[in-house]
Structure formats: C-alpha cells, structure tokens
C-alpha cells in the first residue's frame, strides 16, 4: 500500500538524521547552521515535547503506551480514511509518532537536533518526527476548516456518494 510506503520512507529519514547527528555531533558540540540563529546540537530527550514527564521514572513507559496506542489510531485512520489529503496527512503524523515511538523503545529517549536562537531566546530543541507531527496537524486542521465534510467522504475526491 502506498501510504505505508510513504510512512516508511519518513521514518527512515527520520532515523537517518537521527543516526547522522549522533555519530557527528558530539553532545557538548553546537554546530552553527545559520550563525546567531539555527544550529545542529545532539541532545537526548527522555521525556514527551518540552522534556514532559522526564522526571519520573514511569514517564517513559508512560509515554511508549501512549504513542503506541496513538500510532495504532494513526494507522487505522490512514486505511479507513479515504479522502487523499487526509490521508497524506495522516501518514505523515503517524511516522512522525513512529519515529520518536523507536526512540524511547530502543534508546530510552528521543534525539532532539534542531536548535533555534531568536535573540536571548533558545526555542526548545527538536527534530524530523517532531516537525513531521507538527506540520501534518496543522495541515489536517486546516484542510478539516475548509472540508468538514470530508470527514464522512466515502471517495477520494472528498465528496460523498449519494445513496439512491
């Protein structure tokens, strides 16, 4: 199936860029990107966005639930879904679960890399999953704005089919 394709490409890239920073960049390194403003660092996060529940000793177990549970969800939406941009969306939200879901499973802590300074202000650190999460979200809500009604389309076109 294409869409699972799809998802597997984004995780793959999603690992690579993982894998790249941290045989490259080692943890007390910055590398400037943009000087000033965007730089490649190699930080762990053990716990969920903005180092949630990374205190505790059940957050991490906490959190594998969660997203296992939440990329199950993902996939079943991607198959029963039917309209294309959903879809795409959905595909992109769930590798992006996926990828950070085999962080914590395999290294205990997902690996955060893109670090951007507005002034004094150092943006929390994040990465590919993250953004991927973020974007399709966002995509979806605003497809979801304009199309409500292709949450109940049974065609790819997002219209509904007519029962006569």
């Known amino acids: 199936m294409v869409w699972f394709l799809m998802v597997s490409l984004l995780i793959a890239a999603d690992q690579i860029l993982k894998a790249l920073?941290?045989?490259n960049v080692s943890p007390d390194r910055s590398v400037p990107v943009i000087q000033g403003f965007f730089f490649l660092v190699n930080?762990?996060?053990?716990?969920?966005?903005?180092s949630l529940l990374a205190d505790y000793e059940w957050g991490l177990a906490l959190l594998?639930?969660?997203?296992?549970i939440a990329s199950v969800i993902l996939a079943v939406l991607l198959v029963r879904w039917r309209v294309t941009p959903l879809r795409i969306c959905m595909a992109v939200i769930l590798a992006g679960?996926?990828?950070?879901?085999?962080d914590r499973i395999f290294q205990?802590?997902?690996t955060d890399y893109l670090s951007f300074h507005f002034w004094t202000y150092?943006?929390?650190?994040?990465?590919?999953?993250?953004?991927?999460?973020?974007?399709g979200t966002i995509t979806m809500i605003l497809?979801?704005?304009i199309h409500p009604d292709w949450?109940?389309?049974?065609?790819?076109?997002?219209r509904r089919v007519d029962p006569k």
């Open 108 to 110: 205990r802590g997902v």
């Open 43 to 50: 930080r762990t996060n053990r716990g969920g966005a903005w």
């Open 21 to 23: 920073i941290v045989t």
């Open 64 to 68: 594998i639930v969660v997203s296992g």
């Open 151 to 158: 949450l109940s389309s049974d065609r790819e076109d997002g």
């Open 122 to 135: 150092e943006f929390p650190t994040f990465n590919f999953a993250d953004t991927l999460i973020v974007c």
């Open 97 to 102: 679960s996926v990828g950070s879901l085999i």
């Open 143 to 145: 497809f979801l704005l």
